[in-house]
């Protein structure tokens, strides 16, 4: 009875040290969590591409070297130029701004002023002086968010390069190692291999869906808009494109937030056909890309609602940053997951 006590203190103390030592390290390594977690979503989605030229070359290394390789030139090669170019154009929108305010503050009076004159619009009896204000006030919170983050983007460069080389280097072991890393895990941690083969098939199931298809729902979308643009006479089209497809992460209400401004503006200048074709083609057609094919093809992979959906990516979003729009889903693929388990594991 004694030596049985003994062994449970000692158990005790043991999961306490096991606890805090492994606490430890979640804290040492939480810098890194994004990078990391960039690349074991990257490395799944071109496991395929690893296994088939590990077909042909023996060699490990050769074949993680010529799949990271690719997923350079394909990937990460035109998102970062993508990005640069959107940085660019967004500082030199902000500065050209900030230069002409005055005129286009002017432009917005003169339009009011000729919209006052039509039958419809004077029925309203719009305050211009009220909307002007608040419409330069909106303008100047607007630039200096985007300005202010883009300064904060640049400013933190090292930290940027250190996130990114982190990426790049585990990204090669996880394309080399990962099956041997997914095993050893399922060998060691304590829970039923088939429970933890389903969470873990669970995360990467939707994690690559939320990724592959945001890239196709985005890409559409920002070729859709940045085609309406071209063709309604906005300048930096493919600028206001690359935006929405960036924007696209947000479910139902991303791309709006550039096509439906830009259809208000072009009807307040007196643009009126080109102000009609942007807000019926953004409601129409934009939004039924995303409506239509975000629910349908995400939630067949995650066998998710589309309320759910939603709801975790902006919450993700919301918490965690950019990379919230994967971790959201896959967090309430999970917690489905659990819960599907959970009677099982009960009932024993």
Partial sequence: MKDKQQANFQNIIFLILLAFITGLLAYI???????????????????????????KIVNPNICAGITMMGI??????????LIDLL?????????????????WIGTLSEALKALSKKPIFASL?????????????????????????????TQNTILVVVQFAVMLYSLFFFLRDGERLVKTITENIPVDNKHLEHFIN?????????????????????????????????????????????LSIVPAIGCSLIWAPAG?????????????????FGLIVISSVDNLLRPVLLGRDTQMHSLLIFLSTLGGIAAMGFSGFILGPVIASLFLAGWKLFPEIYQK
């Avoid at 994004?34 to 591409?49: Q, T």
């Avoid at 200048?269 to 102000?275: E, F, T, Y």
Wanted: include cysteine; hydrophobic fraction near 55%.
């Fill in 29 to 55: 390594l939480k810098p890194f969590f994004f990078a990391v977690f960039w690349a074991v979503l990257i490395a799944s989605v071109f496991a395929p591409l690893y296994k088939f030229i590990n077909k």
């Fill in 72 to 81: 350079i030139l394909c990937l990460i090669l035109p998102v970062g130029l």
């Fill in 87 to 103: 940085i660019m154009e967004i500082i030199d929108i902000y500065q050209s701004f900030n230069s002409y305010s005055s005129n």
């Fill in 125 to 153: 009896n719009l305050d211009q002086t009220f909307l002007i204000n608040k419409s330069q006030e909106a303008f100047k919170v607007l630039t200096s968010y985007v300005f202010s983050h883009i300064s904060e983007f």
């Fill in 202 to 246: 669970q995360f990467l199931t939707t994690a690559k869906a939320s990724l592959k298809f945001t890239f196709i729902i985005g890409g559409i979308q920002g070729f859709l808009g940045g085609m309406i643009f071209y063709i309604t006479g906005i300048e930096r089209a493919l600028v206001w494109g690359v935006l929405m497809f960036a």
């Fill in 264 to 280: 208000i503006i072009m009807l307040l200048l007196g643009h009126i056909w080109q102000g009609i074709a942007i807000l019926i």
